[in-house]
């Protein structure tokens, strides 16, 4: 894997994030769109360039679990051994929200899509930015994820306001999706 790009390239990602922007970056396996988890515009644009259902939801990702302290801290003991088991790491859960974020986030769901990356390049940005980010796949609905910098550009050309530039992980498929209540896999 890659180290993490320069803090000078982080910085001006997280300025365009701070903007209401949305920005690609590569993460585990895939390339990535990003943006504020809680600027709903950003969130909107983000669908909108996707042509994502918004009832779908998204995943929130984090530079460690302190950042998702708030969804987290009063789980029971299992599930909160479960998911340290598998973080940081390709592997995401649903959490119950118990509406602590955003319907824009969840979607129609009781759940929040969440991971700790062990990507480098992610993991810094979503330290730099102070909290987690949405992520989802850089690709329109229906198309296959980018898994080169060329596709993002193809399918978003400058309709992005930012590029965190590096190397995806060493991960070959996108991460897999567990049911936390339940442990029951969503997506392998």
């Not at 396996?29 to 998204?58: E, F, N, Q, T, Y």
């Not at 769901?109 to 062990?118: E, F, I, Q, T």
């Not at 590096?166 to 070959?172: I, R, V």
Request: hydrophobic share 45%; glycine share 10%; aromatic share 4%.
């Amino acid at each position: 894997m890659s180290p993490a790009p320069s803090s000078l390239r982080i910085q001006q990602v997280v300025t365009a994030l701070q903007g209401g922007g949305v920005i690609a970056c590569p993460t585990e396996a895939v390339w990535g769109l990003s943006c504020d988890p809680d600027h709903k515009m950003a969130v909107a644009r983000l669908l909108d360039l996707k042509h994502r259902d918004p009832a779908k939801g998204l995943i929130l990702v984090a530079s460690d679990t302190a950042q998702l302290d708030f969804l987290l801290a009063d789980l029971p003991p299992a599930q909160h051994a479960r998911l340290m088991l598998s973080w940081p790491g390709p592997t995401t859960w649903l959490v119950p929200h118990r509406g602590r974020v955003a319907p824009w986030i969840h979607g129609v769901h009781d759940s929040v899509a969440l991971r700790v990356s062990d990507h480098p390049g992610l993991r810094a940005l979503c330290k730099a930015w102070g909290g987690p980010l949405v992520s989802t796949s850089a690709n329109p609905a229906g198309a296959r994820a980018a898994t080169e910098l060329f596709q993002v550009r193809r399918y978003f050309g400058g309709q992005l306001d930012g590029i965190l530039p590096g190397a995806l992980g060493g991960t070959n498929r996108p991460s897999m999706i567990k049911d936390l209540v339940s442990d029951r896999i969503v997506r392998a």
